[in-house]
């Protein structure tokens, strides 16, 4: 049977309703649905009673091809027909054993989640092919949002593949490849003299006049539950056996918030037991909201003014969820932590040499923060540590080789 055939079929779903992240006012599904009326993002809920006993460990292994489509039971889609999918893959675990003896850990292991091997080349498929086929389901049409960059890349594939409409702001600075790969996978994109919370400002006060749905991070309900699988999806890669702390780079943090709710979800369903592994959010010492709001204990991160960091992705002055994300590493017992950008470049270089694996910038900060935190004592030699890459490090700008070779003239071999 096709693939196609076999992720599309129809499969039960178990979405009892929306809940406002803040207050827990209950909404209606399978209605259309932004923030809720304070402002909040909302969370889907399901009947896990029921879930639990639609779904064993043993199917799902069963399910070979699929990727993050493989756990329709978890996800809202409630027909197989909307289903929209670019040939989504498991990506894979990249372990960093050179490193590892390097730093001398004792037991400890390095874990790199490749995400870059997805559809459109980063995290962004997940949360945005949730977003895009709910957006069919429920019968949008016109779809909108900021981005640094793969979100954006991600929101025009598949909503191309969905035969949708969308519209993408991007900062003045988002590289030249990503506006280019976002235009010719069927978006209409804009450059803005501004940051991606300005972008945003402009979809959400152009919603009435042109028509659009605004997909932005949050914003919409169901980008959380794609972003969830990645949760879903490293705890089946370790034998449903959670590490013992996650590094995240965090701009919004939907990932970090889906991956913190899949772990609630598989523990209500019997799949897990009651050991967590620390949340930790990364940022840049240029943009670092979030770490701010950690270390002074409060509940919301305030405008980060004149953010600037080489790592676009994490580049989010304001996020709407900040409390969601706080809450996760607070709950779970990890913490905030900011890196300059000179050690994300040093982390990037230095995984490459050591490894051969090109992370994004991105997922290098995550490389440079855990070294940090291995160094401070935050975290041990002895745990084993997940460290999300969160897109392909070739859609990030590398230096440049000057090195030259005349062939007509005299090569000193020996120099070589």
Known sequence: MPLDSVITQDLPTFVTH???????????????????????PLLVRYDLDALGRAITKEALAARREGGFWRFREFLPVRRGENVVTLGEVTTPLATLPRIAGQLGLRGGEIIV???????TGSFKARGLALAVAMAKELGLTNLAMPTAGNAGAAMAAYASRAGLKS????????????????????????RVNGLINDCGKIVGDGKAAAGWFDCSTLKEPYRIEGKKTMGIELAEQLGWELPDVIFYPTGGGTGLIGM?????????????GDRRPRMVAVQSTGCAPIVKAFDEGAEHAPLWDNAETIAGGMRVPIAVGDFLILRAVRESGGFA???????????????AREEGLLLCLEGAATFAAYKTALADGRVGKDERVVLFNC???????????TRRLDRFGEIDYASL
């Open 113 to 119: 989640k490749e995400e870059g091997r997805l559809p």
């Open 167 to 190: 519209t993408v702001f991007c900062p003045d600075d988002t590289p030249e490849a990503m506006i280019s790969e976002i235009e010719i996978q069927g978006a209409t994109v804009y």
């Open 337 to 351: 932590i900011a890196v300059p950008d000179a050690d994300i470049l040093a982390a990037r270089a230095e995984v």
């Open 391 to 401: 897109g392909s490090g070739l859609k990030s700008e590398m230096p440049k080789v």
């Open 18 to 40: 929306l809940e406002c992240s803040m207050t827990g006012q209950r909404y209606q599904a399978d209605r259309v649905h932004g923030l809720s009326e304070v402002g909040r």
């Open 260 to 272: 913190w709710k899949a772990f609630a979800e598989l523990g209500a369903i019997g799949w897990l």
